[in-house]
């Protein structure tokens, strides 16, 4: 069986993505869904996304990492299937899609795409880290010389080693400027160091304002992918109206044979 996809990018995070209106994509097929992320023998994405159709939103969307299972919110890839259904022509300028953690709003301009990710009432705070779930989980933890951090070895020893069978994603940091944070993320479910994390960069800005580190609530982040802006509302129980911004990108479309 042929397969058409479309490899959309969102700040180095790739994603296989399929148009599924027709509800055809054999879903609980793990092997599948991790032979197509592979980087030799597959198409290559750090995770694939469905559209699906849905009765209140104007899409679904479906998320998978690329060890083939399902998993929780991936802000780079919300932002790539909104780009996806504005390429589709099935959305206008306000948009809203239904994700495995809720429903989302977001906005296209010129290839930019603001996503609002769900709120967050808790940070937790430990000895050298913060941990927060922003549709994912994440540690966020500041180091020295991150430039040469081993993330890949660093990040699966807290991925294992703390964060038990549900794991965590893994998120270094260094500040930049008052407003500016530099980031790499271990992603669990990828088990690897990927060029950006959306649901991390918002685990970062989240964090780095909540232990003062930056008072401003609109904050850059670098990341090895590209630029990405979060900004946000404080309040009394948690943060709110939590915007992250920035590019989603169409690679290349294509075809592939797929076992039918
Ligand atoms: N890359 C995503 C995160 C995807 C989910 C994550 N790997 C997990 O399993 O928690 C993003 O941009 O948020």
Redesign the pocket.
Known sequence: MLLNFYKYQGTG?DFVMIDNRKGVFPKDNTELVSFLCDRRFGIGA??LILLENDQAADFKMV?Y?SDGRQ???????GRCIVAFANFLGIVDQEISFVAIDGLHRASIDDGIVSLEMQEVQEIMEKSNSLFLDT???HHVQLVDGLKDFDVPKEGAKLRYGIYGEQGS?INFVDQESPDTFNVRTY????EDE?Y?????VTAVALAMYHSGKTSNNRVRINTPGGKLEVKFKSSPDGYKEIWLTGPAKLVFKGEINVAS
Do not use: I
């Open positions: 995070n750090d995770g998320y990492n998993s929780t919110m991936c802000g780079n890839g549709g994912s989980p994603n992603e669990r479910g990828v990927t950006s994390c959306g649901t991390g």
